[in-house]
Nanobody, 120 residues
Framework: QVQLVESGGGLVQAGGSLRLSCAASGSIFSLNVMGWYRQAPGKQRELVADITGGGSTNYADSVKGRFTISRDNAKNTVYLQMNSLKPEDTAVYYC??????????????WGQGTQVTVSS
């Protein structure tokens, strides 16, 4: 069984920073693309950033230059460094991993979500 566990959310003032972490655990054979998504109240879940196993990154236009995604393959962990936060970044942030688990075909797994609230 594979689990993704997020941490690092919270309340921060506009202009501040937060760092999210997501650790994957379980019977993992290979951990491919990992990413962060977010969902604000009344809105659809959207991609924030993702990163391949080789380190290639992709960002939503709204966070380019402010957020940085990285990963530690040895720890099966992905990070999201969020700087210059804005009130519109307020959302529940979800970790996603495309994982090939032992005896399980490759599929997407999701974390439980962590709340990020940016006050103005």
């Amino acid at each position: 069984q594979v689990q993704l566990v997020e941490s690092g959310g919270g309340l921060v003032q506009a202009g501040g920073s937060l760092r999210l972490s997501c650790a994957a655990s379980g019977s993992i054979f290979s951990l491919n693309v990992m990413g962060w998504y977010r969902q604000a109240p009344g809105k659809q879940r959207e991609l924030v950033a993702d990163i391949t196993g080789g380190g290639s990154t992709n960002y939503a236009d709204s966070v380019k230059g402010r957020f940085t995604i990285s990963r530690d393959n040895a720890k099966n962990t992905v990070y999201l460094q969020m700087n210059s936060l804005k009130p519109e970044d307020t959302a529940v942030y979800y970790c996603n991993g495309r994982i090939y688990a032992i005896l399980v075909p490759e599929r997407d797994y999701w974390g439980q979500g962590t709340q990020v609230t940016v006050s103005s």
